[in-house]
């Protein structure tokens, strides 16, 4: 697991979402962290969405797609954000975006 933020931090999206529920470069703020329930060790990250797909389908660990949780929140892989005050400057914002997004 490679986050650096933690409940109630600021975040931005590095890599936009295949389904486009966030975008690349958007803040928002770390409502809650859950660790998934099979044996990848990823986080899922809560930025205050609600599911507009099939809930069984955004709960999924991105790794091996068990079932992590379906209750109604979009739950995201949580390294597909950076906390934002760790960022210096803009330059350093564009360098993030410009790196490969690991899942």
Known sequence: MNIDYTI??????????ADSEHKEGELFKCLRLLPSNCN?????????K????????IGKCPKC???IKSDGIAWFNATSFKKLDTLVNISELTEILEQPAFN
């Not at 109630?8 to 979402?17: A, C, L, N, P, R």
């Not at 990848?40 to 205050?48: L, Q, R």
Request: glycine share 6%.
């Open 8 to 17: 109630g931090d600021d975040i931005v999206s590095i890599k936009t979402h």
């Open 40 to 48: 990848c060790a990823v986080y899922m990250v809560d930025i205050g």
């Open 50 to 57: 609600k599911c507009t797909l099939n809930a069984e389908e």
């Open 65 to 67: 797609q068990t079932i």
